[in-house]
């Protein structure tokens, strides 16, 4: 199993941790990632491709086109990169006349776009490439008495005729995701309410801070030891997010949250330090604990 | 409150008709659980929802909430009635950007894709950070390529004027 590695600035820029302890834990399950050269961001879904269309279904065409001169699937690991990338390679692949547009844009560089390669999200790729199966083979550490809070995120799922994940109002890939490692999904009322990452960027602090709140209320309501994540966004939102929110707010718990191949990583038997914990802004030491319980 | 749109705001016929259709139900948007998440911002309630405020101005491109639109389409997903507000939003967003109405920080953001490829600034911490982890260096490659995209579509000249403006 090999694939281009998408790689997405927000997470190799600002979360690199998550990027070491994600190449780590594909390349144990057979997940091959080839650095490809000359990606640029994919564009960022709600700011880019939303604003200048054209300009930004060119740019993701370049960099699935690069892709396409390896041969080779897209991986990502974030929902945003997962969301454009997935919506341009659809439109184009779907409308002739679109792909002409966006190839003559592309005339200037030495790329074309042709409609031959898929993009993957690393989820998926767990579920039908990888399979359940061969992940349960690899957990030599099940997480037992882990209680574990799935925000599967908003830009994986919608609309799903072109994301093909999961149903959005009622996601239920992350949780057998959550089940393979030995831990028990949390059931919780607000599981696909956004994370609230545009509020928090472009909004008011107060509207961020009651839906972080709000959120994070309905994990702890339902006995979640931590939130696992599949989008370095989310994961932003829920670790830094929830600090200065809960500061704010006057929180009197916290809810750590966790990039879910960092939970697998753990599972494998990895070490709290392996995975770059201490890096994370939000800690629980009952969340730790817990963990060097199931660690032994 | 009359939903009114002003027509010449978007060629996209579709789109118009689309916010004509709104029955202003809420559906979109008072769901907690499975609405649009803008709807928690203090400034919206019930009575007065997130997408009203988004279809209901003179001009919608001039209302600063549309950049609160995280392009979910859960109000997609919601409305009975298939007025997808998602549609609308985008392509007032698309006017407002056109017009150099932007958010600030989605300007400096979009800007920042064009001149070195990357939305977030490469800063001397993520590089050091990287070093420690053993991942390879990040670099701006792409950059030359984004920059004749970006000039071949327009985006350059629609950038160096609103820079202009804010001069
Ligand atoms: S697409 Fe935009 S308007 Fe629609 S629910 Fe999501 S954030 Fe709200
Ligand atoms: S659900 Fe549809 S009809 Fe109802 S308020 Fe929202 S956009 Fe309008």
Redesign the interface.
């Known amino acids: 199993m090999k694939y281009s590695f998408f790689k997405g600035?927000?997470l190799?820029?600002?979360l690199?941790?998550l990027?070491?302890v994600s190449?780590n834990v594909l390349g144990e399950l057979g997940v091959e990632l080839k650095?490809t050269?000359?990606?640029?961001?994919c564009?960022?879904?709600?700011?880019?491709?939303?604003?200048?269309?054209?300009?930004g279904m060119?740019?993701a065409a370049?960099n699935i086109s690069l892709a396409e001169e390896e041969g080779l699937d897209i991986l990502t690991l974030c929902n945003g990169c997962t969301?454009s990338l997935r919506h341009v390679n659809h439109a184009l692949k779907a409308d002739e006349e679109a792909r002409e547009k966006v190839n003559e844009?592309?005339s200037?560089?030495d790329?074309q776009f042709r409609g031959t390669v898929d993009v993957k999200h690393f989820a998926s790729v767990l579920m039908n490439d990888v399979g359940l199966d061969r992940v349960a083979r690899k957990i030599e550490k099940p997480l037992k008495g882990l209680t574990v809070a799935g925000h599967t995120g908003?830009?994986i799922v919608?609309?799903p005729e072109i994301m093909a994940f999961d149903d959005?109002?009622d996601p239920q890939v992350l949780d057998k995701m959550v089940n393979v490692l030995g831990s028990e999904p949390a059931d919780f009322?607000?599981?696909?309410?956004?994370c609230?990452?545009?509020?928090t960027?472009?909004?008011?602090k107060?509207?961020?801070d009651?839906?972080l709140g709000?959120k994070l209320e309905s994990m702890h309501r339902a006995g979640s030891d931590c939130v696992s994540v599949i989008c370095p966004q989310c994961f932003y939102q829920f670790d830094m997010g929830q600090l200065l929110a809960s500061r704010r707010l006057g929180l009197d718990f916290s809810v750590p949250v966790l990039f879910y191949l960092q939970l697998l990583g753990l599972a494998m038997g990895y070490s709290l330090e392996d995975i770059g914990l201490k890096r994370h802004r939000t800690k629980s030491s009952g969340f730790e604990e817990k963990i060097l319980e199931a660690l032994g | 409150m009359v939903i009114r749109v002003n027509y010449d705001a978007d060629d996209n016929l579709s789109v118009v008709e689309a916010s004509e259709i709104c029955l202003k139900c809420g559906v979109c948007c008072v769901v907690?659980?499975?609405s649009c998440?803008?709807q928690?911002?203090?400034?919206f309630s019930p009575k007065c929802t997130y997408v009203y405020d988004c279809l209901g101005m003179d001009l919608p491109s001039e209302n600063p909430?549309i950049?609160?639109?995280?392009?979910?389409?859960?109000c997609?997903?919601m409305c009975p009635y298939e007025v997808s507000p998602i549609r609308f939003i985008?392509s007032m967003?698309?006017k407002?950007?056109e017009d150099g109405l932007?958010?600030p920080?989605?300007f400096g953001?979009?800007a920042n894709?064009?001149s070195t490829?990357?939305?977030?600034?490469?800063?001397v911490s993520?590089s050091r950070?990287?070093q420690q982890?053993?991942?390879?260096p990040?670099n701006e490659?792409?950059?030359e390529?984004?920059m004749?995209?970006?000039?071949?579509?327009g985006?350059s000249g629609?950038i160096d004027k609103y820079r202009g403006e804010e001069l």
Do not use: M
């Not at chain 1, 960027?201 to 008011?204: E, P, S, T």
């Not at chain 2, 928690?40 to 400034?43: A, F, R, T």
């Not at chain 2, 490829?117 to 800063?123: E, K, N, R, S």
């Open positions: 600035c927000f190799s820029v600002r690199p941790h990027e070491r190449v650095e050269r000359g990606f640029s961001c564009p960022e879904p709600v700011g880019f491709l939303s604003t200048d269309k054209l300009t060119a740019i370049r969301y844009v592309l200037e560089t790329h908003c830009h919608s609309p959005p109002f009322d607000l599981k696909t309410l956004c609230g990452w545009t509020l960027n472009y909004g008011d107060d509207g961020a009651k839906l709000a | 907690k659980e499975h998440h803008a928690l911002d203090s400034q909430n950049w609160l639109c995280v392009s979910c389409h859960k997609e997903e985008e967003k698309a407002a950007f932007a958010h920080v989605i953001e979009v894709i064009v490829g990357f939305a977030f600034p490469l800063t993520s950070q990287r982890l053993g991942l390879e990040l490659s792409a950059a390529d984004l004749k995209i970006a000039e071949k579509t985006l629609k």
